[in-house]
């Protein structure tokens, strides 16, 4: 089940500026869904969302890139530090993309296998566990 989120619903949760995308909660994860460019203009903007999710104690954030077009170096910025805050958190971190875009600018700034990226939203739900750090994974090992 999924369900937008309001400013009401949560102090940690934070919804993005509409055009951004917007946050949601499924089956205990907070989900991210970006859209658009992911510049510097747009980071300021989907920073605080960002920081909301991984605020609480064992995050579990899933940042979902499927519709996004276009991501610098302010968007990359954002990737690391979000999963850097889910980890030190004891938490864990899904990264979502099938843009062939961005999944070479990942390779070429070696964060591929850091992120892992999952083609779909569902193969992040897919009962499968993000791998530890230990693997060069995106997540904490444990449950």
Do not use: K
């Amino acid at each position: 089940m999924t369900e937008r989120l309001s400013p009401t619903t949560s102090p940690t949760l934070v919804p993005l500026p509409e055009p951004c995308g917007h946050v949601y909660r499924r089956n205990g994860r907070t989900v991210v869904a970006l859209r658009d460019e992911i510049d510097i203009a747009t980071a300021a903007l989907i920073a605080p969302a960002l920081d909301g999710a991984t605020s609480a104690g064992s995050p579990h954030v899933v940042v979902d890139l499927t519709e996004v077009s276009f991501l610098d170096c302010s968007g990359l910025t954002l990737l690391c530090r979000a999963r850097r805050r889910a980890l030190d958190r004891d938490g864990r971190f899904w990264l979502v993309c099938d843009c062939p875009r961005i999944l070479r600018l990942l390779r070429a700034g070696r964060l591929h296998d850091l992120f892992r990226p999952v083609a779909t939203p569902d193969d992040a739900f897919g009962g499968q566990e993000a791998p530890g750090p230990q693997d060069g994974g995106t997540g904490a090992s444990g449950p």
